[in-house]
């Protein structure tokens, strides 16, 4: 028997979880700050994957004849370098690309920036965080000099009176998360903004707090309007603005013409629920922690930064007992984002125009300085190169033909490379088009470290070996690198590869150079930055600027313009409880997949009885882009202006068939929460009810320690002190009992999540 205490593979939450491996493979809650031993469904389920039959398990080679056959890691490995050189020698060096994911650990992260830019020498790279934290990463490094998901740890949410979410259904994304909204509901300050009432959103019913149900994309105005209230109603906190904070004055006279009645016209928001919001976030204790949902947009940039500018206004920021946040998506979205996937940084998260970052990264890595390349381009742009400057692509840990903006778009691109390599352990949609595929080792198979949305660097480790076939990326890129003569060192060791990236951050910003695999080993709190000790609070003297103080930038609110004729409603995309990213993990999973097995359209009742359509029938949603099928939910949970689909799905149940690659100015954030489209019924399209209400129900009695009361049919309202008393009252896991708190996140997540989210 094997067994290694790790963390989950899933969301940035990183919920502690023991992997037990005797015969088969089982995983258990463990005991940790963030999730209280409580695991969600898919942490519960996630040891499924690692036995799938569906694992690949042999490089594969695309044939003359156009299938994919399996070849030796020998010959596989020639025809990649074989690529790589060629493409360089012919096209130049930026003819080769590398598009990187936020699941990597930090050690391939690292390993996978060094490799585009020392053994390719190319400056084509991104990663598919670019889709996830752009925006609010942009925003805070402005705003604060630095950007780290919470600059707090997540426990300190316990004791707010007021939390205001904006944009993030955590209820689905991260249910163990739930635990710490406890006390703001207890105190009836729980303030979720959402179009869609959400079950993070009826988790303010009952006095435990307010839904905000805005219009979508107009967070930018609402945060507009309630910083102005702040102001004209002196609940600004003037000594803090004076002693920590520049730039009041401009933001002051930007806000001045979003009055009251302004926002609530543009936003749908009563006047007396936008009063009472500024009030309780003035009154102590408060946070504001956005999501998704308002990054997600051409203006993403603009609407995080609104939200910045109103917690430095109320004082929050750095402030005992409040502040502000973004809840990082991706399993290693902090991480993943510090040390050189992306297209202009370096490790450490500097900058890589830096002259003298560039110096001592060089250094580390034994190069010359000028043999780094220049900054590239974001993930879309480079997207959008490819079959053109770009001929060679390398992916790892992404599934861009599900996830990307105007996906179709996205695979003819990909179709016109001359050579597409994919790294994966599923032949993913985007493996299905490579002409090379590399099997490459699962999270409960590999050594490394993880950065969770706290800024906490934690260990994952290894429990069981992997299938005898797949390879660690680190391995694969030493190969490639020795086939290409690359300079530089490219160790297969987790520990050392981590020892460099330490070295390489030392003095950056995210300054991982006090740690060690063996300190992390000892159980120690490494929040970044950690030199000698941890940082958990970074902001609580000073600001990561070098004054010390935080910028409050004024941004202003532009309506968009339209760019689908004849689309009347508008979309906007997310998640389900039991689906996760683009579904190459969860889709494989038999209880997740029965639970969601296709998208769902929701649609308001209003809205499905203009357009003639019933609950249950399939219908089209188009635009200029595309088509995507999918059935009808009718709810009132959504607006009458707006519908909503899940992006994990692919081929015609792909929401992002339909978005636009409309990008943020300043983060390159693609616009995936407002598409305009217009719905229609699919003719003789047939209802199969039957079907969708015995997939709306769990049978309980396979995990007896979830709440029945959660238990229900698609659509049906829970009222949210039912819903939240079977999340937090307590219950039993099915791996024995835990902390009451916990055990009851887990329970809520081992279910049907009945309101579509």
């Known amino acids: 028997m094997s067994s290694a205490d790790t963390h989950c593979p899933y969301c940035a939450l990183q919920c502690a979880m023991t992997v037990t491996h005797q015969g088969e493979t089982t995983v258990t809650g463990r005991d940790f700050p963030t999730n209280r031993g409580g695991l969600c469904a898919k942490g ?20 003359p004849d156009g299938t994919l056959a399996e070849t030796t890691w020998e010959e596989a490995l020639d025809a990649v370098a074989r690529a790589f050189r060629e493409t360089k020698a012919t096209y130049g060096p930026d003819a080769n690309a590398i598009f990187g994911g936020g699941g990597l650990t930090n050690e391939k992260a690292y390993q996978l920036g060094k490799f585009a830019r020392i053994a390719l020498g190319t400056s084509r790279i991104d990663y598919n965080g670019r889709f996830c934290m752009s925006s609010a990463a942009a925003a805070s490094n402005r705003a604060f000099g630095m950007d780290r998901g919470l600059p707090f740890p997540v426990t300190d949410l316990d004791d707010a009176q007021t939390i205001l979410l904006l944009g993030s259904n955590v209820a689905a994304t991260m249910p163990p998360f739930l635990a710490h909204l406890a006390g703001a509901r207890a105190a009836g300050g729980l303030i979720v903004v959402d179009p869609r009432r959400s079950a ?63 926002t609530a016209f543009v936003t749908g928001v009563p006047v007396a629920d936008l009063r009472a919001t500024a ?33 430095l206004v109320l004082g929050l920021v750095g402030t005992e007992g409040s502040g502000y ?197 000892t159980g120690i709190e490494a929040y970044w930055p950690y030199r000698s000790s941890g940082t958990p609070r970074p902001f609580a003297e000073r600001f990561a600027h070098a004054d010390g103080r935080a910028r409050l930038v004024p941004v202003e609110a532009t309506p968009p313009t339209p760019t689908d004729r004849g ?13 996760y990213q683009s579904g190459t993990q969860t889709r494989r999973v038999t209880e997740l997949n029965d639970a969601r097995p296709e998208a769902r359209l929701e649609i308001h009742p209003a809205t499905a009885s203009r357009l003639g359509i019933r609950d249950g029938v399939l219908v089209a949603v188009s635009n200029e882009r595309g088509t995507v099928r999918a059935r009808a939910s009718v709810t009132t949970d959504i607006r009458h202006d707006t519908v909503f689909l ?50 709306s129900l769990v049978v309980v009695a396979e995990h007896p320690g979830v709440a029945p009361a959660l238990v229900g049919v698609s659509g049906g ?26 055990l009851s996140s887990a329970a809520s997540s081992r279910t049907e999540e009945e309101t579509h989210v």
């Open 646 to 695: 899940p992006f994990h799905y692919a081929g015609e149940g792909c929401a992002n068939r339909l978005t636009e690659a409309l990008v943020d100015p300043t983060s390159a954030m693609p616009e995936f929460k407002r598409t305009r489209v217009r719905v229609e019924a699919v003719p003789d399209a047939t209802t199969p009810a039957a079907h969708h209400i015995a997939a």
């Open 279 to 311: 009030r309780r976030l003035a009154a102590g204790r408060a946070f504001i922690l956005t999501g998704r949902g308002v990054e997600q947009h051409v203006d993403g940039t603009a609407t995080a930064t609104a939200a910045i500018n109103l917690a």
């Open 325 to 521: 946040g973004t809840l990082t998506g991706q399993g290693n979205g902090q991480g993943g984002r510090e040390h050189g996937q992306k297209a202009d940084q370096l490790p450490g998260y500097r900058s890589i125009r830096d002259p003298d970052a560039r110096r001592h990264v060089a250094g580390v890595w034994g190069v010359d300085p000028d043999e780094i390349p220049d900054a590239g381009i974001p993930a879309t742009a480079l997207l959008g190169e490819l079959g053109g400057p770009v001929k060679t692509l390398l992916v790892a840990g992404s599934n861009v033909v599900v996830s990307a903006p105007d996906v179709d778009a996205v695979r003819e691109r990909l179709r016109a490379l001359d050579t597409l390599i994919v790294c994966d352990f599923f032949l993913s949609e985007t493996a299905e088009l490579a002409d090379i595929v590399l099997p490459v080792l699962q999270w409960a198979e590999e050594e490394g470290t993880m950065t969770s949305l706290e800024g906490r660097v934690i260990r994952r480790r290894r429990a069981l070996p992997g299938p005898e076939g797949a390879r660690s990326e680190l391995w694969i890129m030493a190969e490639i690198a020795r086939r290409l003569g690359a300079a530089s060192t490219w160790s297969l060791d987790p520990s050392e590869v981590f020892d460099e990236l330490a070295r390489a951050s030392e003095g950056g910003i995210a300054d991982y150079s006090g740690l060690s695999h063996a300190l992390l080993d």
């Open 44 to 63: 519960w389920t996630s040891a499924e994957l690692l036995a799938s039959p569906q694992r690949l398990r042999v490089p594969l080679l695309r044939q």
């Open 567 to 579: 689309a009347d409603l508008t979309l906007t995309t997310g998640r389900y409880l039991q689906q």
């Open 200 to 262: 993070t959103a009826r988790l303010t019913e009952d006095g435990a707090g307010t839904p905000l149900q805005a219009a979508p994309g107009t967070d930018l105005p609402l945060l507009l309007g309630l910083t102005h209230i702040a102001i004209a109603e002196g609940l600004a906190d003037r000594a803090y603005i004076e002693e920590r904070t520049t730039g009041f004055d401009a933001v002051r006279r930007s806000v001045a013409p979003w009055w009251p009645e302004r």
């Open 717 to 742: 309202a829970v009222p949210g002190a039912l819903l939240a008393g079977a999340l937090l009252a307590g219950a039993t896991s099915p791996s024995g009992p835990s902390t009451s708190a916990a």
